[in-house]
């Protein structure tokens, strides 16, 4: 009896919540002419012709003026890019811990970058260890230094120095990133609180 109670009421909260959380749908058409649905737009559809889905009805988004005297035609440049950047913010994401999530998605391939890098790093810096120990080695003794020696010396630096600078590139990349999605987040708080 007990077990019947909790059944139904987790399957009334379910019921709640589940015709609470109505996503949006979209309809839109690809370069090659291809329909797609989905609850987000891809951004660089985001200004074409699209449509949103409500109750299985198409409602179509108001016809840009074509208008030669329209402001549109005398807009800025620099504005109408703004315009269009903002249009593909708000029909990318819908809320601002998915710009969170988009971030940390494209977070975590640099940090898997930048661990193979650092174990790789790892690696040749031992080589260079091991061929430098052999060499100091060498010279203690008096014995001359083989050119093979030298040479995978100076390859173990040569790719040392390679490594270190794929490195650099990959942090520069990370503070790109999180760079990118906060200047999002920060305009996509501006223009869902309206601000502009």
């Known amino acids: 009896m007990i077990k019947t109670r909790i059944l139904f009421a987790v ?15 979209y309809k839109w058409v690809d370069d090659n ?8 737009i891809p951004p660089e559809y985001a ?9 299985g009805q198409e409602v179509k988004k108001p016809e840009k003026s074509t208008d030669s005297t329209a402001k549109g035609a005398a807009e800025d440049p620099a504005e109408s890019e703004q315009r269009r950047r903002d249009q593909a913010l708000l029909g990318t994401f819908s ?4 710009i969170d999530l988009a971030r940390d998605r494209n977070l975590q391939q640099v940090d898997a970058r930048t661990n193979s890098i650092q174990t790789r790093l790892k690696t040749a ?20 230094v083989h050119n093979i020696l030298q040479e995978e010396i100076d390859q ?10 794929e490195l650099v590139k990959n942090q ?3 503070a790109a990133i999180k760079a990118r999605y906060d200047a999002d987040k920060k305009r996509y708080h501006e223009l869902i609180s309206g601000g502009k």
């Open 11 to 25: 399957m009334a909260l379910f019921a709640i919540f589940s015709t609470g959380a109505e996503a949006k749908l």
């Open 33 to 40: 002419g291809e329909t797609h649905y989905g609850e987000v």
């Open 47 to 55: 200004d074409k012709n699209s449509v949103q889905i409500d109750k």
């Open 95 to 98: 809320s601002e811990s998915e």
């Open 125 to 144: 810096q031992d080589d260079l260890d091991g061929y430098q120990s052999e060499k100091d080695a060498a010279v203690k003794a008096g014995k001359p």
């Open 156 to 165: 173990a630096t040569a790719k040392l120095a390679k490594l270190q600078d």
């Open 172 to 174: 520069t990349d990370a």
